[in-house]
């Protein structure tokens, strides 16, 4: 099955800093990846979508790039608040429809 | 507005009591799916469904089981709990995708669910 790593490890940074969450995927390519954000105690919520053929997405300060040589993907997240601070995490359809996610990155935005 | 709903949002039960966990959206989506999230593991995908009456196992199906009876509706079933099914389940929806046209999960609050 497919396997998605993401750092375990806590990442923290100072308001106004650009975040940047890596996402790494085993075994064959998907034809897209997500990005989703996580509270807390609340269900996932969607955020960005990227697709093979596209190397690059945006959304306000939001960008996500995918490179499917490396099976990787990053997350980045520019002039980041404190509102930011959350788990991230990254998830691709496999065979079949099944989906794959990661376990997350814990960001954590000091003021 | 649209959601999903799941509930209850908490269950503490005993071993080998059987239980439901319900899940109803209303966006008119076809795909429904279950998933539980545990500590360093992340969420890994237990059943879905792509239509009415048309389930598949996920990543971690054993010890559950599905129906998808309506359209809006997608129970998830503990025939008989042990506590290493004790976690925090997710039920979520979305569009099926077509051709080169791919949709994003509509995730539910969350079921705690504690086997004792």
């Known amino acids: 099955s497919q396997k998605i790593e993401q750092n375990s490890e806590a990442l923290n940074i100072q308001e106004g800093k650009t975040a940047t969450l890596t996402c790494n995927y085993t075994?064959?390519?998907?034809?897209?990846l997500q990005w989703y954000r996580q509270d807390p105690g609340r269900g996932p919520v969607f955020l960005l979508l990227?697709?093979?053929?596209?190397k690059e997405k945006r959304k306000e300060r939001l960008k996500v790039t995918f490179d499917t040589t490396l099976k990787q993907s990053l997350f980045h997240i520019t002039a980041s608040q404190p509102a930011d601070s959350a788990t991230y995490l990254c998830?691709?359809?496999?065979?079949?429809?099944?989906?794959?996610f990661g376990s997350g990155t814990k960001l954590n935005v000091k003021p | 507005e649209a959601q999903v709903t799941q509930n209850p949002r908490y269950l503490i039960t005993v071993t080998g009591k059987k239980l439901t966990v319900t899940c109803s959206q209303n966006?008119?989506?076809?795909?429904m799916s279950w998933y539980r999230q545990d500590p360093g593991l992340g969420l890994r995908q237990i059943y879905y469904?792509?239509?009415?009456?048309?389930?598949d196992k996920g990543d971690v199906p054993e010890g559950y089981k599905v129906s998808r009876k309506e359209k809006r509706n997608f129970p998830l079933i503990l025939e008989s709990p042990s506590p290493n099914q004790t976690s925090l389940y997710f039920c979520?929806?979305?569009?099926?995708?077509?051709?080169?046209?791919?949709?994003?999960?509509?995730f539910g609050p969350g079921t705690r669910l504690t086997v004792t």
């Open positions: 979520a929806s979305s569009k099926n995708r077509r051709d080169y046209e791919f949709y994003e999960q509509y």
């Open positions: 075994n064959y390519s998907p034809a897209y």
């Open positions: 990227i697709r093979e053929n596209e």
């Open positions: 998830a691709l359809e496999g065979n079949f429809n099944k989906f794959y």
């Open positions: 966006m008119n989506h076809e795909y």
């Open positions: 469904s792509m239509n009415v009456e048309v389930t």
